[in-house]
């Protein structure tokens, strides 16, 4: 019986195939490892984008708890009912403006911060050359009527005439005896340079001291303060220095008035309202004010 034989593959048939498989495979385990080495490195992209999210809420968190919470605590307890006041002093005041609107001064009268009475109150009267607050005779009249030492105050306003600024304040505000110092609000720069800011302010101060025959009040806030106005000159007036959510007074020079908050609460105002010590007692607050021999004319 015969025997078909079936035909030898070539040698290199065989090499072709096995080379082609081999490439293949190769091929198949580069894509293979490719989309690996891109997964891994997508997962490894995505670790990293999950430890910098984590990371900065964290820094954000402790930021906003430092910032907005743990420093200003005095304001977050005010505005759940709880404001604190600076330990270590007997007299409490406040400061308003229009922003307060219409006041009901006998419960101000009556009122207690904590557990002191309001014994003396600022009031805005002008701003700049020509801004009159709408509400200024009224409050100033008022305060006096209810037994509480007023004083009136100019806010400053840089790179406008001082001369015109001060006599503004003068056509506006006449004091009486027992009344306090007229008062400079000075919290901008106006980009004046710091010679040309000073030198403004003096100016202001200079008139002021003339027409009313009493050295004024200069308010400021802290870091202002240091700034610009932290200088033997404008040191030699009576100060009176914004610093909020603070425990004491981060000034080494003489003060006289510390406004401690923006955010406090006093019965008759509306809202928050600004407060404020005095450093002294209630002799030396008097001693403050002007005398009999340099009061001006009443309030019209």
């Known amino acids: 019986m015969s025997t ?35 997964s891994s490195s997508k997962r490894f992209v995505l670790w990293k984008i999950a430890l910098w999210a984590i990371a900065i809420i964290l820094f ?6 430092f910032i907005f919470i743990d420093s200003h605590s005095f304001r977050w307890r005010a505005v759940y009912g709880e404001a604190k006041y ?14 307060q609107e219409t006041i009901d001064w006998e419960l101000v009268r009556n009122a207690q911060l904590d557990t002191f009475p309001v014994q003396f109150v600022f009031i805005k009267a002008t701003e700049g050359e020509e801004l009159v607050d709408s509400y200024f005779k009224q409050n100033f009249t008022k305060a006096k009527e209810n037994n509480i030492i007023r004083g009136a105050y100019h806010f400053f306003i840089p790179g406008v005439d001082p001369e015109k600024q001060a006599q503004s304040f003068i056509s506006q505000v006449q004091l009486q005896a027992g009344d306090l110092p007229p008062v400079l609000d000075v919290e901008k720069d106006g ?37 610009y106005l932290n200088t033997p000159i404008f040191n030699n007036y009576p100060n009176w220095i914004a610093h909020y959510y603070i425990d004491s007074l981060e000034f080494n020079g003489n003060w006289s008035f510390w406004q401690h908050t923006d955010y406090g609460k006093v019965n008759g105002i509306n809202g928050p309202v600004d407060c404020n010590v005095f450093n002294g007692s ?9 005398p009999d021999t340099t009061a001006t ?4």
């Open 297 to 300: 004319s009443d309030i019209q």
């Open 191 to 227: 980009r004046l340079s710091k010679k040309e800011l000073r030198e403004a302010v003096k100016k202001w101060l200079d008139i002021i001291e003339k027409e009313y025959r009493v050295k004024p009040i200069i308010y400021t806030g802290h870091k202002f303060k240091m700034k």
């Open 282 to 290: 209630i002799e030396e607050l008097m001693a403050l004010t002007i």
């Open 86 to 99: 600076p330990a270590g002093y007997e007299i409490h005041g406040i400061d308003i403006s229009r922003y």
């Open 60 to 65: 954000l968190s402790v930021a906003f708890y």
């Open 4 to 38: 078909t034989q079936r035909p030898k593959k070539s040698a290199s048939k065989v090499t072709t195939r096995k080379n082609g498989t081999v490439r293949k495979n190769r091929a198949t385990n580069t894509k293979r490892n490719s989309r690996k080495t891109r």
